[in-house]
């Protein structure tokens, strides 16, 4: 990376003018001094020179067909980075395709920063009806951790190490910063321009629970009689990965991996209870969580979900963000401060003298998972004609397991729903899904920032209604030769393909798609490389061959088409079962 200064100004050394620095180049400098290389965007009025100029200066910029997929792309790299991920978009319209995905990062707790040029202040303010006009501050400010706007050069280098440490800091999350056009074009003296710009210092600092917190909660762990560990996507976020293992096998507590803490620990382990879920929400009587929040996800920490017939249960709840606890349930014991220190200090105060828990318990979790994985074999071992999720997931099943490395994105509804269930991790941080919101459209966006950042093979789990909300950026992956394989679940439809219209009209039912449509034809449209499939055999030639070759591929895999459930999984979140109770 050229240093910043490299980063050549205009000069003019004839008539020996001062030399100064203009707005574009010190923002870039300002992005380069804090070590962030990567630009994910979509060019237009007026970041399109910016773009430019920062290929020019040896950044990536990967440059998107919708501003939405950017954002995504950011936001994933925020969680795949530990450093903000970039999204940069034109003014209005631009801006407001890429709040979507600032609001996710938001709400996933991933840090991103969205930087959209804007128009010029005067006119927006007087509403006088400049290009593009808007005021995008203002409509970012409720959907992210923070806004800024940067209105003179010289605050550039601030505007940026706030939006950066705004980002990271506490529970990360999504910034906006909003660049007037007119921004660029100002300039400084060189020498004072660089030395506005700041690296900033320890963006994420620890947070050291205080020695109170550990004592109470090690007080419960050690009494529990049936404990659970809950380990959540901030778990995978904090890197702690050594530490946070250790804490499950020195303790010996069975753990429940939310769906993007899977690979933690690898999905294998003794010592996973995902395959007997509900059981040990039921019956476990102090849950240790761990960078995750009772939200809906955990049917709110209460209710039959977690027993709470059978008498209250105990939680120790670990969370950077103090306003976490209590927000659904009472935390007996909170443990507020980065995952890496809270865990580390639970380690040092249990000891040598750590009794594991008791083998009633660990055997009944056992015996129900034998069980289950008995049940999920046979599943996975049919081979009917047309595939099922299952056995078509089977195969991705074993891809995946000879390739851990591989980063996997997963949406849809039955897809996703079944992937979660099926398809192990190994590693952490290999798996990008739908989130807290349950969004359709991550897709594309998250499969080329996991490409992009780690340089390793993606595959994406797609459902075919939720493929087509980021489908056009396959050209984006041949554009770029990017090392990612999709696989489309094509049930001819949202949830399935056979849903019928009642009113007697020649429309189809709103939830029904185009019939066998081949939607690997659109990769190839642009290079890549796409198969249709219809035997699990098929399906393994062709990720097996995309893998080998690294090539950008689509497999469209046709699925039976009255295989899906109405929202998969969480069917009782649709507003007319609530009608028929
Ligand atoms: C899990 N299970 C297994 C295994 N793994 N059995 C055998 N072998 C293995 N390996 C069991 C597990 O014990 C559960 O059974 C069941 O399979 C399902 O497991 P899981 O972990 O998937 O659990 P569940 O109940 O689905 O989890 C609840 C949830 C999850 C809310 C956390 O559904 C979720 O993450 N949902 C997100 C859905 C979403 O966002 N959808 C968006 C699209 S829908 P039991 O017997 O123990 O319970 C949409 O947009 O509109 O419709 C729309
Ligand atoms: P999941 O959806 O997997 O249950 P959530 O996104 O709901 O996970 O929860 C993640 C939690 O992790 C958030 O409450 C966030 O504040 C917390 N968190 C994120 N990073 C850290 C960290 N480094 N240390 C402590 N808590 C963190
Ligand atoms: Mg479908």
């Given at each position: 990376m050229p240093s910043i200064l490299e980063i050549k100004p205009e000069t003019d050394a004839v008539s020996e003018t001062p030399v100064l620095i203009d707005g574009f180049h010190l923002f870039l400098n300002a992005l380069k001094l804090n070590d962030i290389d990567t630009i994910f965007g979509l060019p237009g009025i007026p970041i399109t020179d910016l773009l430019r100029m920062a290929q020019a200066e040896g950044m990536r910029v990967i440059s998107f067909r919708h501003e939405q997929h950017a954002g995504n792309a950011a936001a994933a790299a925020g969680f795949l980075s530990a450093k903000p991920g970039i999204c940069m978009t034109v003014s209005a319209p631009g801006f407001l395709n890429g709040l979507t995905a600032l609001a996710n990062a938001t709400t996933n707790c991933f840090p991103m920063i969205l930087i959209s040029g804007s128009s010029e202040r005067e006119i927006v303010d007087l509403q006088q009806g400049d290009y593009e006009e808007m005021d995008q501050l203002a409509i970012a400010k409720p959907l992210c951790k923070a806004a800024f706007r940067v209105l003179r050069a010289q605050d550039i280098g601030v505007g940026i190490a706030r939006a950066i440490r705004a980002a990271v800091s506490g529970r990360p999350g999504g910034v906006y910063l909003d660049l007037p056009a007119k921004l660029f074009s100002q300039t400084l003296p060189l020498d004072a321009g660089l030395n506005s710009l700041i690296k900033v210092v320890d963006p994420a600092p620890s947070q050291l629970p205080g020695p109170d917190s550990v004592a109470r909660a090690l007080n419960l762990l050690k009494n529990a009689k049936r404990p659970l560990i809950l380990l959540g996507k901030g778990a995978a976020y904090a890197r702690a990965d050594a530490d946070i293992r250790a804490l499950v096998e020195k303790t010996g507590i069975p753990y429940l991996p939310m769906s993007m803490a899977k690979g933690l620990l690898p999905d294998t382990h003794e010592l996973s209870a995902a395959a007997t879920r509900s059981f040990v929400l039921q019956e476990a009587d102090v849950v240790l969580v761990i960078g995750a929040r009772l939200?809906?996800?955990?049917?709110?920490?209460?209710?039959?979900?977690?027993?709470?017939?059978?008498?209250?249960?105990?939680?120790?709840?670990?969370?950077?963000?103090?306003?976490?606890?209590d927000s659904n349930v009472a935390i007996d014991a909170p443990l507020v401060g980065d995952i890496g220190s809270c865990v580390s200090a639970l380690l040092t105060g249990i000891g040598g003298d750590w009794a594991k828990p008791s083998a009633d318990w660990t055997g009944a979790i056992a015996e129900r998972k034998a069980k289950n994985f008995g049940k999920m074999a046979a599943t996975l071992a049919a081979r009917p004609t047309p595939m099922s999720f299952q056995s078509a997931l089977s195969v991705v099943k074993e891809i995946v397991k000879d390739n851990p490395e591989a980063i996997v994105v997963s949406e849809g509804a039955n897809t996703l729903d079944f992937a979660r269930s099926i398809v192990d991790m190994y590693?952490?941080?290999?798996?990008?899904d739908v989130g807290t919101w349950g969004i359709m459209g991550i897709g594309m966006g998250f499969a080329v920032a996991g490409a992009v950042v780690t340089g390793q093979q993606v595959i994406a789990i797609e459902g075919d209604s939720a493929f087509g909300f980021s489908g056009?950026?396959?050209?984006?992956?041949?554009?770029y030769h990017l090392p990612v394989c999709i696989v489309v679940f094509n049930n001819n439809g949202i949830y399935k393909g056979t849903d019928q219209n009642t009113s007697g009209g020649n429309d189809l039912a709103p939830t029904v798609f185009v019939k066998n449509a081949r939607y690997e034809m659109m990769m190839q449209a642009f290079g890549g490389v796409g198969v249709y499939v219809t035997t699990t055999d098929e399906l393994h030639t062709a990720m097996v061959e995309a893998i080998a070759s690294g090539k950008p591929t689509l497999i469209n895999a046709a699925i039976d088409e009255t295989a899906g459930t109405e929202s998969g999984?969480?069917?009782n979140l649709n507003p007319a079962k609530a009608l028929k109770k």
């Open positions: 939200n809906w996800l955990l049917s709110h920490g209460k209710g039959k979900t977690w027993g709470q017939e059978k008498g209250p249960k105990k939680f120790i709840q670990i969370d950077i963000a103090p306003t976490e606890i590693l952490p941080r290999k798996r990008l056009m950026e396959v050209e984006t992956l041949c554009r999984r969480i069917t």
